[in-house]
């Protein structure tokens, strides 16, 4: 036993302060969605896997027409930001698909993603 009552050799879940800590005989690999991150640039990788997922629920037409050349950039707290093509496309994407590109991109970068804030290329 430990001072703070834990078991050693035990994996611990990750818990609020003041709450108190559960046993686990798991190692925790996500990261909780509480810990705040800041702003976080996306990888190559994780941009294209957003992409790929949103080209599955937009369909091909639509996703071609809208989302060609978009980027998506960066993570501030619960914003991700996107780069489109121009005003027209940022617009429809922002109208049309910023629910969806909030879930995917939550799952994808396993942190909580609420708002979609999609910039035409000129004002990034």
Not at 66 to 79: C, K, P, Q, S, Y
């Amino acid at each position: 036993m430990n001072a703070d009552g834990s078991q050693a050799g035990r994996y611990h879940q990750y818990s609020l302060p003041g709450t108190p800590r559960q046993h686990s005989t798991a190692l925790a690999l996500e990261r909780p969605a509480h810990i705040s991150l800041g702003m976080m640039k996306l990888s190559l990788v994780e941009d294209q896997a957003i992409q790929a997922r949103i080209a599955f629920i937009a369909g091909a037409e639509t996703f071609d027409r809208l989302f060609a050349g978009i980027r998506f950039d960066e993570v501030d707290g619960n914003l991700l930001f996107a780069i489109a093509r121009d005003e027209d496309c940022a617009s429809e994407i922002e109208d049309q698909f910023s629910h969806h590109l909030a879930m995917v991109a939550t799952q994808i970068l396993r942190q909580n993603v609420d708002v979609v804030v999609v910039l035409p290329k000129v004002l990034q």
